[in-house]
């Protein structure tokens, strides 16, 4: 039902035109920091909000390794690879519509750079409770959890940044 209604939303949306003004100028990254991450304990929380190339609040919840470095910077990269690998939660919000989505995944050690992998299970129970926890707070603000794979389907003619138009989709739309 949830995604029958984003797909509606974005339908509807097509005809209003571009956020990213209007997002950058009067929409703080930050928002959601208060609501989902003042109990959180022992995890790392990275926003990867950005409103200039994004309509969603993006977050990685990640184990609390005390990486010594900033998670994206290459001697964080080192660090995770000679540990083998590191389990994230990974969230989006979208800032134009009412849907979010949580997902299981982990970079993981490959040949000469990390690799990210998509898990139905973390080796972290920790992480596990906390995603629980984030959906739940998501619903009780009148969120709703969708499944990017159905939406997935194309919107011809319809150009979002960083993408091909022939790429874009329903899900791109709502958390490019």
Known sequence: MENKEAINFVKRSLNIGDYGYTLRKYIKPDIWDAVLFSEL?????????????????????????ELKNPFFSEKATNEIMDRGYIEFISLKISAISPFFYLERAMYSKGKEKLELAHIKKFRNSLLEKEMVRIQNKLEQHDLFRIDPSELKVKLPNIPLEDYEVDQVTYFSYLFE
Do not use: K, P
Not at 41 to 65: A, G, K, P
């Open 41 to 65: 304990q022992n995890l790392t929380v990275e926003r990867m909000t950005d409103f200039n190339y994004s309509r969603c609040f993006s977050y990685y919840i990640l184990e609390d390794l």
